[in-house]
């Protein structure tokens, strides 16, 4: 029951019609017994130093931040996890005792997905990633920072990639090599490699028919991942799996990202079974509109 004890989060950020984060978290909150309340806030310019004054007098025991803010919130924190300061941005803040502390939970959330869903390996692997954007930037750096074997990045931009590439071999260890996304790149590099991962928004809903690769480079002892949840099942693993790779898709990092953030707010572990049970019926119900 909501009251004036009842404990906040909030999730800032423009626009947020689409986020199934209240959906997952308010019903880890009802689980677990806890008695809080978690707010999707739809903010496109954030006066930070008024938005922050007003959560800390409100019972607010943290947010998430989505863009635009990811970056921007940085210089309002007092203290930054060191690895959310490597990887250079923030999506999610605990508020305590009047101070604020920003980590970042996507690459955690992946690598927790890979640990939890697959035999995958991390220190024994090579990684191709596609796309040099926020996403790839959170996992990369957590790739490198558990000692992947080898990393590659790459993006239609090849001086992004190339800049990715830099921050995450001088700032976490050297493994780490930028390409650009293209046909002979992919050739060259893929029979190296042990793990695809798509961080791009290709085959994202409502554009689900296209894929950022030919599916002829796949081979089927590749384990390939797609971030996209929406729709759960994207052309490039529906591909993958007809040619007998294993798959992972992106709902398991968008629950285990959220049960770190639940952790950090909450000091308590996650329902993170029921968490990915009432997204992926919410998911489901959807496509069959």
Known sequence: MIDINTRLVGLLGYPLGHSLSPLMHNRAFELTGLNCLYLPIEVENIDYRVLLAGMKKMNFVGFNITIPGKVDIIQHLDTIDPLAEKIGSVNTVKIENGRLTGYNTDGEGFVSSLNSET???????????????????????????????????????????????????????????????????????????????????????????????????????????????????????????????????????????????????????????????????????????
């Open 119 to 289: 035999e995958c390996v991390v220190s024994d692997s090579s990684f191709m990633i596609l796309g040099a954007g926020g996403a790839c930037r959170a996992i990369a750096m957590t790739l490198a920072d558990r000692k992947a074997k080898k990393i590659v990045i790459a993006n239609r931009t090849f001086s992004k990639a190339k800049e990715l590439c830099h921050d995450i071999n001088n700032h976490i260890r050297d493994c780490c090599t930028p390409v650009e996304l293209s046909t002979e790149a992919l050739i060259q590099h893929m029979p190296s490699m042990n793990v695809l991962v798509n961080t791009t928004n290709i085959g994202l809903y409502p554009n689900a028919d296209n894929t950022p690769i030919d599916s002829k480079l796949l081979r089927k002892d590749l384990l390939v991942a797609d971030i996209v949840y929406n729709p759960i099942r994207t052309k490039i693993l529906i591909e993958a799996e007809k040619i007998g790779c294993l798959t992972l898709s992106g709902v398991g990092m968008f629950i285990n990202q959220g049960a770190e953030a639940f952790k950090i707010w909450t000091g308590k572990d996650a329902p993170i079974w029921e968490m990915r049970e009432i997204v992926q019926q919410f998911l489901l119900d959807q496509q069959q509109e």
